[in-house]
Structures are given as C-alpha cells and as structure tokens.
C-alpha cells in the first residue's frame, strides 16, 4: 500500500503561486494525480504524471498555469500553482491514479491541502 501526504496549501492573492507536494511512502503506482474539490463541486482532475516515463497531463482549465513534476530520489510529485485565480480554490488531493482511470479502480489518497485564492 501506498501511503500519500500533501503539503504546500495555503491563502494566496489571485495572480499568486503556490507549491503542492505529495509525498509518497512507496513505490507501488503507475502515475500519481493531482484532484480537487470545491464547495458544493464534485472532486475533479487537475494533473497527472506517470511514474514510468514522466509525461504529463493537465485539464483545461490549468493549462499554462500549473506545472507537475517530480523529484525521484525523493519520491515526491510536485505541483507547480502559478496565476492563481479565485476558481482554483479548492481541497487539493494526490492519489495513485489519474481521473481517467475507471471508478473501480480507487487508488490510495492524501489527506488533502486547502488551497484558498482570494483577495
């Protein structure tokens, strides 16, 4: 099993960054997936990377402005969070799965990192 913990949330202006990291305790995965979930929205797919070759993904709406990337050694995938707007606000999740991957398939999940874009 693998075990994920995020960290790097926080309050920050519109325009600003922020860095989220996922840490992992194993290496038991094929990808890991960035997911977030606003109030009153369902959980959705913001970012992914595969384990293997390192290609990534991004849903729409964070294209340009996100950056996922990891650091091997460490085994921990990070997301870059740049131009930060209001709609981003969200509890932000990693987990051992992309959204694509079907339903059945449930992975392991982070405990979440509040991410908060405001003025």
């Known amino acids: 099993q693998v075990q994920l913990v995020e960290s790097g949330g926080g309050l920050v202006q519109p325009g600003g960054s922020l860095r989220l990291s996922c840490s992992a305790s194993g290496s038991d995965y094929y990808a890991i997936g960035w997911f977030r979930q606003a109030p009153g929205k369902e959980r959705e797919g913001v970012s992914c990377i595969s384990r293997s070759d390192g290609s990534t993904y991004y849903v729409e709406s964070v294209k340009g402005r996100f950056t996922i990337f990891r650091d091997n050694a460490k085994n921990t995938v990070y997301l870059q969070m740049d131009n930060l707007k209001p709609e981003d606000t969200a509890l932000y999740y990693c987990?051992?799965?992309?959204?694509?991957?079907?339903?059945?398939?449930?992975?392991?999940w982070g405990q979440g990192t509040q991410v908060t874009v405001s003025s």
């Open positions: 987990a051992t799965k992309c959204w694509w991957y079907a339903s059945t398939w449930q992975g392991n």
